[in-house]
């Protein structure tokens, strides 16, 4: 099979100005002020840009490029610090260091497709393909590299590289050199690019983030690729058209004849019944753990990625294009000022406090079930995944309260964000957990009644930590205080915790 690919165009006039010299370059990449990311970033991408625009000998280019991945891992770490952000909207500062550090990773990529192209051309029947299976590993882990970095900042993955990424995968997979390198297979690798992808990482905080690319590291290697004819008689699978600049995504159980061109389907079954048996394991241990929290936090982590990867969300309502604007309050504490009348806290040394002033965000389509919406004017990173909003339609007075489920910032620094309607009907109340000294501050929360048709029980969103199983609460509603048991976790993500509840 022959391997074509996008590569920047070659310019003999670069060829002067270009460092071919692999000790030479050493040496410069060496000097390079690494304590100033910023400044060495430009300098690096200006070279690898030219490198990759000029004529080498392929083992030239191949020792020039590992030369120039040594200092890329040494930048990452400061460039990552920088634009690592707790919400949207970036920062300028948070944008330039992440807009260099896509450059940088994306001309490494350019620099090994280069490297692979020649050595492909050079090829004569009696030549070895050894050099071939490293260079599509390497690519695919800048590919990888490159997905992270994008979630971390809450943007599109660059156009282009998914159909980059197919195309490697397809050469090596005709090829017969899917598992090779031995110590991390082009297979493993394009396992992993596809797993994090379909674990949605632009739903979690950058702190859960950090989780569920280990968890991705960990248990990518368990997922199988399937042919087509596999699909009409599976439940459910996850598929990549390999001709097409896209993602992998999940199709469910229907004819291939809807899909044209090359296709993979990636089955998760032993995926499947490999977390499920990481999960009750965890479950046992949680009773025992010396930092409850902490392990609370990971198992529902890990029940939030296990649904991603073998049980796709499924929408109850197709969505319709809208073109309103709605205003939103973001947070927990300022959804609970929304939403009408507010209990008086004793603790408070005032009671009274403006309701928080709401932002103006475009729906770009709706369903009964939430809403994706857009906007240019958000609080500087105000936005964060995980966090609970209230919103409210146009024509009406009422407030929805909503679960952030994915946001992203474009590269026009417009703001999307996904959002899951939580109830239509929640009350704003005060919250303390009850102890023997009755210390402690109230903090906001919501009641969310019970929605009979779904089979919800009545639940409580609060700030997370509050839940704890069996834990008493005092409650202030406007008609007075409640002490209420929580009694089964729902759901724990950065900016609250779901729960259900009892009267003592």
Excluded at 115 to 136: G, H, M, V, W
Excluded at 350 to 360: C, I, L, M, T
Excluded at 441 to 458: G, T
């Amino acid at each position: 099979m022959s391997l074509s690919l996008n590569l920047p165009e070659i310019d003999p006039k670069l060829a002067s100005m270009v460092e071919t010299d692999p000790k030479k370059l050493r040496e410069w990449l060496i000097g390079l002020p690494i304590a100033n990311v910023i400044e060495s970033g430009r300098m690096v991408n200006d070279a690898l840009v030219s490198c990759n625009r000029t004529k080498i000998d392929a083992d030239e280019r191949i020792k020039l490029l590992e030369h120039y991945r040594t200092t890329l891992e040494l930048l990452h770490g400061g460039l990552e610090n920088l634009y690592t952000i707790s919400g949207l909207p970036l920062r300028d500062s948070a944008r330039q260091a992440s807009q260099l550090a896509r450059s940088l990773w994306m001309a490494l990529a350019d620099g090994y497709k280069r490297a692979i192209t020649d050595k492909l051309e050079k090829r004569s029947l009696f030549s070895s393909n050894k050099q071939i299976p490293p260079l599509i590993q390497a690519a695919l882990l800048v590919y990888y590299r490159v997905v992270q970095l994008s979630s971390r900042v809450y943007s599109p993955v660059p156009t282009g590289m998914w159909q980059e990424a197919h195309r490697l995968f397809r050469y090596a997979a005709e090829s017969k050199i899917l598992d090779e390198p031995e110590e991390t297979s082009i297979a493993l690798q394009y396992k992993r690019l596809l797993m994090l992808a379909l674990a949605d990482p632009q739903r979690y905080a950058p702190a859960e983030l950090d989780k569920v690319i280990e968890l991705t590291d960990n248990y990518a290697h368990l997922v199988h690729f399937q042919a087509l004819s596999e699909l009409s008689s599976s439940a459910g699978f996850f598929l990549v058209q390999l001709d097409r600049d896209a993602g992998p995504h999940y199709v469910g159980s229907r004819s291939g004849d809807l899909y044209d061109g090359t296709v993979v389907l990636i089955d998760t079954i032993e995926l499947g019944k490999k977390l499920h048996r990481a999960l009750a394991a965890l479950e046992q241990k949680i009773p025992q753990a010396t930092d409850r929290a902490k392990a609370m936090m990971w198992l529902e982590l890990l029940r939030r990625v296990s649904k991603q990867w073998t049980i796709a969300p499924k929408r109850l309502f197709n969505r319709i294009l809208a073109d309103a604007e709605v205003e939103i309050c973001l947070g927990l504490q300022a959804s609970a000022a929304c939403t009408g009348s507010r209990p008086i806290d004793p603790t408070a040394d005032d009671d009274e406090a403006p309701r928080p002033a709401g932002s103006r965000w475009r729906v770009l389509n709706e369903s009964p079930g939430g809403y994706a919406v857009r906007t240019r004017a958000a609080p500087s990173e105000g936005v964060r995944a995980g966090e609970i909003v209230a919103l409210r339609p146009p024509f009406s007075d009422d407030w929805l309260v909503a679960s952030v489920r994915w946001m992203q910032q474009s590269e026009q620094n417009q703001i999307e964000m996904g959002l899951q309607i939580m109830t239509a009907n929640a009350q704003g109340v005060l919250i303390k957990p009850l102890t023997s000294n009755d210390a402690g501050q109230y903090q906001h929360a919501l009641l969310l009644p019970e929605v009979s048709a779904l089979k919800q029980p009545a639940q409580i969103a609060a700030m997370r930590g509050i839940y704890a199983p069996l834990r008493e609460l005092s409650v202030l509603t406007p008609d007075g205080e409640v002490v209420l048991r929580a009694t089964r976790l729902v759901e724990q993500q950065m900016g609250y915790d779901l729960f259900q509840y009892q009267p003592r």
